[in-house]
Nanobody
């Protein structure tokens, strides 16, 4: 399965973006789907994850502003990002876990700037 992340771009502070992660195959069997990000000069960090049946888990920086959702019928995972801040600027990656095997998308750049 290949993951394709898209939806990034340039947005002003306070704006919104929705990222999508489309899988080439079914994600219904994936134990967990999530979003991570890596800012320039920093390590990759968790943004949000969603297991098949559990509640979503968010980084403190994302709580109250970002929402992760997965649509198994469309084999797609979304990250709705609201109230964006300059510190949200990063390359965003989607990740899927299938019984211990990791799958990563190629990343999509989000730039928050006026």
């Amino acid at each position: 399965v290949q993951l394709q992340a898209y939806g990034g771009g340039l947005v002003q502070p306070g704006g919104s973006l929705r990222l999508s992660c489309a899988a080439s195959g079914s994600i219904s069997g994936f134990n967990s789907m999530g979003w991570y990000r890596q800012a320039a000069g920093k390590q990759r960090e968790l943004v949000a994850t969603k297991t098949t049946f559990g509640d979503p888990d968010y980084a403190d920086s994302a709580k109250g502003r970002f929402t992760i959702s997965r649509d198994n019928a469309k084999n797609t995972v979304y990250l709705q990002m609201n109230s964006l801040k300059p510190e949200d600027t990063a390359v965003y990656y989607c990740r899927g876990v299938f019984y211990g095997n990791e799958y990563w998308g190629q990343g999509t750049l989000v730039t928050v700037s006026s």
